[in-house]
Every structure is written in structure tokens, then in C-alpha cells.
């Protein structure tokens, strides 16, 4: 049974960094996308950046391209995201998502953290 567990999140101010973590178990991942995605109050959950598990490829929305980093350490099975330059829009709890790369839809989603930037 594939988990994924969400941590780092937290309140901080406008031009501050912060780095998500995604704790993954119970499969190997090479066949996965690792994902995130927020949802800010009111709004719908918008995709924020993937990384391929295998070969390490990615794509960011354009949001948040050339602040935000994702990456994944395969010894420790985690995915990060580093955030830098944080916007009072990036406000929004935080999900971790995963779904094979012949999959259509993510299928498995971490509980999310909460990531708040002041001005």
C-alpha cells in the first residue's frame, strides 16, 4: 500500500524559503510521478510541480518556475520542494500526490501541509 506522508510546512514571511517533504513506503517508485499540488482557501487544487522517479525529468506550473525546486532522494524515498521566494499567493495547503506513468489520474495523495506566507 502506497503512503505518502507530507512535512515542513509552517508560516513564514513574503521572500522567505521553505522546504516540503514527501515521505514515500510500500512500493518501489520507479514506474511513479511524484507530484505536488496546493489548494488555497476557496480555490480549486492546482498542480505545482512533478518529478519523473526514475529519470528525474520535471515540469513546474508557471507560477511558481524559477522559485520552487522539486527533487526526490531515492535512498531516503522522499520527495522535496523547495520553495524560495515565497509570494503571500503561494498561501495554500500543500499535497503530495503519486501515480504510475501509465496511469491518467494521480491515485494516491499524501494529508497535506500548510503553508502560510505573510506580507
Known amino acids: 500500500q502506497v503512503q505518502l506522508v507530507e512535512s515542513g510546512g509552517g508560516l513564514v514571511q513574503a521572500g522567505d524559503s521553505l522546504r516540503l517533504s514527501c515521505a514515500v513506503s510500500?512500493?518501489?517508485?520507479?514506474?511513479?510521478?511524484m507530484a505536488w499540488f496546493r489548494q488555497a482557501p476557496g480555490r480549486e487544487r492546482e498542480f505545482v510541480a512533478r518529478i519523473r522517479w526514475n529519470s528525474g525529468s520535471t515540469v513546474y506550473a508557471d507560477s511558481v518556475k524559477g522559485r520552487f525546486t522539486i527533487s526526490r532522494d531515492n535512498a531516503k524515498n522522499t520527495v522535496y520542494l523547495q520553495m524560495n521566494s515565497l509570494k503571500p499567493e503561494d498561501t495554500a495547503v500543500y499535497y503530495c500526490a503519486a501515480r504510475l506513468v501509465t496511469s491518467p489520474a494521480y491515485e494516491k495523495w499524501g494529508q497535506g501541509t500548510q503553508v502560510t506566507v505573510s506580507s
Open positions: 510500500g512500493s518501489t517508485f520507479n514506474s511513479y510521478l
